[in-house]
């Protein structure tokens, strides 16, 4: 007798005999036929209760070395006897019983990119590193351009001094350096006697003696006889 003609009993003594007379009683609560074993794999031995990995390779094993594998296409039963519902199971415990795993929802594509991955695009229309801001030009402190003036009047006093002494020594020079304009701050107050200029507070403190020592040398001044 073949494989295929095993009936559930048969595929139960083919156990036993094979030394796997633990899972006999999985075969049989499933009404395992001989036409069914050669499609057993370990995922149906796992949902049969066959616990330990270890006898489901055995079994595994035992059943492609006995009944071989089909390769090409299966026989004409495609459905086993478990998938079956009893004939006296009312309608109720089959939906119950056998109904079909709900099966997981496509996940859809196409989702809203992140707000970070997101590049603005060029004026060119290609995605691109946004612009750089320029930064606005920073103000040149006081103290830094009085510094800057005071080093200019240096270099041309230098020159000027140098082209006095080759005028003396009689090399020939041409005309004189150019001197930098002399810049007077704004807020200088000038003296009404003496024509000095000078800060506000420096005039409050320096106008009342100014013209009180004007009037002293004049009041002063040796008569001629």
Not at 162 to 184: R, S, T
């Amino acid at each position: 007798m073949s494989g295929e003609d095993l009936d559930v009993d048969g595929v139960a003594e083919a156990l036993e005999k094979a030394g796997f007379s633990n899972a006999v009683q999985y075969f049989r609560d499933a009404e395992i036929k001989g036409v069914v074993l050669p499609l057993i794999t370990d995922e149906h031995l796992k949902e049969m209760g066959v616990g330990p990995v270890g006898t489901r390779l055995l079994i595994l094993r035992w059943i492609r070395k006995t009944f071989g594998v089909y390769r090409n296409s299966p026989p004409s039963v495609t459905v086993s006897q478990r998938s079956l519902p009893p004939a006296d199971m009312d309608d109720g415990d089959q939906d119950l019983e056998f109904a079909a795993p709900p099966t997981a929802a496509p996940k859809m594509g196409g989702g809203q990119p992140r707000p970070s991955s997101v590049k603005p695009k060029t004026a060119s229309g290609s995605r691109g590193p946004p612009p750089q801001q320029q930064d606005a030009p920073k103000e040149v402190p006081k103290w830094q351009r009085d510094h800057d003036k005071m080093v200019e009047s240096i270099r041309a006093a230098r020159r000027y001094a140098k082209y006095q002494a080759d005028l003396e020594a009689g090399k020939a020079v041409g005309p004189p350096p150019e001197l930098p304009p002399i810049e007077e701050p704004p807020d200088l107050v000038q003296c009404p006697t003496c024509g000095r200029k000078m800060s506000e507070e420096a005039a409050r403190h320096h106008f009342p003696v100014c013209e009180r020592m004007a009037m002293n040398k004049t009041y002063s001044a040796p008569k001629r006889r």
